[in-house]
């Protein structure tokens, strides 16, 4: 029976436009989608806006509008965006809507009915940018809050209170029952800690505004808007008993996709209140982490907000998914940098997947007449590639199902470098100068059964150019079907005789020149508010804070180490960084240290740094810090008790 698998984005506030964060979300959650529907898992996907608060009242007041039209410009906008970046979700919600406003206010009875809603009056810190309460302790310096840096508001007024403190000992007993509940692992932790501290209960109404859901039985109060928010993974289903109902557990598996400074409103908040309401939790909370831009925080006094929809225009829609979700770890920060988009696009998209197409449909044309050959009898150079393309298609959907879209890409591309390889190995155009068409037949059979997996293996990531080069390899289009895998584990080259269509530049790279001229254009360099004074630059070997801050520096535990067969400065080690699975490292440590003296160690390691292969399938997925001659290193290191995944700030 398939799998009934439901993915969620946050609803995005519309105080703003769509923006490189907002994407990056939503292209992980269509990334998603994407590969269950080639698992032939029964897959929906839900986006949308949220539309109420004091924030959203005050800036519609600011523009002479009424809310109601404000908020139907700017959910529009968000809607329409989503297309542009081949992002396809099942449904769009809008806590504005009829069908969501019913049943927020049924959640609020069922809540009521189970009596954890009474009236009170509170006093403290509110952040309208939040739209949350804050305690003193929480705050900077100034009363300013710690993600907005702005000034806070002391506000006091008749609210409903939802008996939050009752429920902190069933909110830890799941954490324990399900420990898969909240991921990372690092996030988990802070989620564990603070509900064992005292959880106050929450404040869920308002009388100071009236944008929002009015209170059932009390109009005068209007609800929190998190409470209103939060609902709405729930009420686009159509509540319980809906034929949508089987997408929520305990039939369906839910996984909700949010960013980690919203993460206490999805993993203490909402389940608190579905626990109260007698709903069944969602399966899955995942926090990712924050995205910098050329190494720089994102800010609108900078003009780095970076508009996705405009990269999307100039580059394509694929190129700008497959950065997103190749460059950076899933649920880790990360930084979008623009020359590094283009670096990557040519490497692994120009010279390595789209050198393969050509170079095989090339061959293919002028040795085969563009048809398919017959995969004849193997040599030991087809059986290693076929045992290497059956390991790299396995260890691609392990990371999809354990949501590390950057190592499924990872083992996609290392797919092709492996074909790449391959080919020059076979030599088929020596094997026809020798006039061995059956040879040239089973090396040619070999690399479009290689390039047909690919074409699965990349789909989730770049759905445009795998349709064109599935076009050009002479195969129907993905139709992925419930119930029906399309995965492609087994090696099946294709029957002789089918047709292949004319090669074309799949991935035309950059010259030099050209990234020059697309980098001038497309990255931000200079300051909104002056635009005519350019962005301060750091001197020259000094690096500026922002681009130290983005930086992923983390404490992590050495599980097993090795030595690399004919490297001899090299180990590979895996290390637990607090991660659902270890890190693969490899280290110049080899003339300093036995791998029996790394085991159980704490080391420090550049979490964010970008993968880097060694050849033969050996890849490093962080550095490990260290100083001094490689003969003599000394490992920069933390006391035993500092927790795993601790990052350095």
Known sequence: MARRFYVTTPIYYVNGVPHLGTAYTTIVADALRRYHLLCGDDTRMLTGTDEHGLKIEREAVAKGISPQVFVDDMSGRFRAAWPELSIEPSDFIRTTEPRHTALVQELWRRVEANGDLYLGEYEDWYCVGCESFKTEKELLPGNL??????PVERLKEKTYFFRLAKYQEPLLRHYEEHPEFIAPEGRRNEVLSFVRGELRDLSVSRTSFTWGIPAPGNPKHVLYVWFDALANYWTALGGEGAPLGCYWPPEGYALHLVGKDILRFHTVYWPAFLLSAKIPLPSRVFAHGFLTIDGQKMSKSLRNAVDPLRLARELGADVLRYQLLRAIAFGQDGDFDHSALLARYNA?????????LSRTLGLCGKVTGGKTPAFGAPTQLETDFIEEYTRRVGASRAHWEALEPHRALEEAIGLSSAANQYIDRAAPWAAAKADSPERVGTILAT???????????????????????????????????????????RFEPRAAGEALAASGPLFPTFDKDAEQALLAKLAPRVDSEKPNVPVVQAAPGTVSYEQFAALDLRVGVVKTCERVVRKDKLLK???????????????????????????????????NLASREFGKGLVSHGMILATGPSEALRLASVPDDVPVGSRLK
């Not at 809050?145 to 702005?150: N, Q, S, T, V």
């Not at 195969?475 to 399309?486: E, M, N, Q, S």
């Open 145 to 150: 809050c710690p993600l907005h840096a702005r």
């Open 348 to 356: 692994d998209l120009g010279k390595n997947v789209g050198n393969l």
């Open 447 to 489: 690399l479009l059964e290689a390039l047909r997996g690919l074409s699965v293996l990349l789909w989730p990531a770049l759905p445009n150019k795998m349709a064109q080069m599935r076009v050009q390899l002479g195969i129907t289009p993905l139709a992925p079907a419930v119930g029906v895998d399309l995965w492609p584990m």
């Open 573 to 607: 080690l895996t290390v637990d960084l607090g991660e659902p699975e270890p890190r693969s490292i490899v280290a110049g440590l080899a003339l300093t240290f036995a791998p029996e003296d790394l085991l159980g160690k704490r080391v420090l390691v550049v979490a």
